[in-house]
């Protein structure tokens, strides 16, 4: 089966840096995409890793390692905007995307 | 904005009633995904088309249909609604030959609340 595990809340303050994880477990992995989505919007794209390795634009950066099932979405200087669902998204063969429960990140002031 | 245009933006409506969910993917976009989000079940992906053509299917039940158009515009049908249909109902889409990547852009949901 698929299954996709991330945090379900994160924390932080404003301007800080937050890390949010997600394993996953799927058959035909072609690549691991970030989204995020304010209350009651369109999930909006962030980031898309296919191969091992750092993808860096702007505050945001995203993290795959294939070998061990594991990606991270880094947001650095945290800005009360960024407050959100963030859902890693795992890309499937024919471009599916199964998406994973969701992290509300909360940024205090 | 994604360029992904969704109507209606709320729709309500009664149980064992039919509604149609249209979508207008991105201009060149091929493909068109829809999926489904409730709080219990997450975002799930329901089906996919490509050039008119379905190309996969999610978890997307049998009172469920989609098809896409020649002008590449898509249609999400749902009837016999029941009240676990309420949800918002998401169209992506991808595929433009003049992009790289494939990602996919969402258009900003159609909210289905069955009474």
């Known amino acids: 089966g698929q299954s996709l595990e991330q945090p379900s809340e994160v924390t932080a303050v404003e301007g800080a840096i937050v890390q949010i994880n997600c394993t996953y477990q799927t058959s035909g992995f072609y690549g691991l995409s970030w989204y995020q989505q304010h209350d009651g919007g369109a999930p909006t794209f962030l980031s898309y890793n296919a191969l091992d390795g750092l993808e860096e634009t702007g505050r945001f950066s995203s993290f795959l390692s294939r070998s061990d099932s594991y990606g991270y979405l880094l947001l650095q200087e945290l800005q009360m905007k960024d407050s959100a669902s963030y859902f890693c998204?795992?890309?499937?063969?024919?471009?599916?995307?199964?998406f994973g429960a969701g992290t509300i990140l909360r940024v205090k002031s | 904005d994604s360029g992904v245009t969704q109507t209606p933006k709320h729709l309500i409506t009664a149980t064992g009633q039919r509604v149609t969910l249209r979508c207008s993917p991105r201009?060149?976009?091929?493909?068109v995904y829809w999926y489904q989000q409730s709080l219990d079940q997450g975002l799930q992906f329901l089906i996919q088309?490509?050039?008119?053509?379905?190309?996969a299917k999610g978890n997307i039940l049998e009172r469920f249909s989609a098809q896409q158009f020649p002008d590449l515009h898509s249609e999400l049908n749902l009837s016999s609604l029941e009240l676990g249909d309420s949800a918002l109902y998401f169209c992506?889409?991808?595929?433009?030959?003049?992009?790289?990547?494939?990602?996919?852009?969402f258009g900003p949901g159609t909210r289905l609340t069955v009474l």
């Open positions: 201009s060149g976009d091929l493909s």
């Open positions: 998204a795992v890309r499937e063969y024919g471009n599916k995307l199964v």
């Open positions: 088309y490509y050039n008119g053509e379905e190309r």
């Open positions: 992506a889409s991808s595929g433009n030959k003049r992009e790289a990547s494939d990602t996919q852009y």
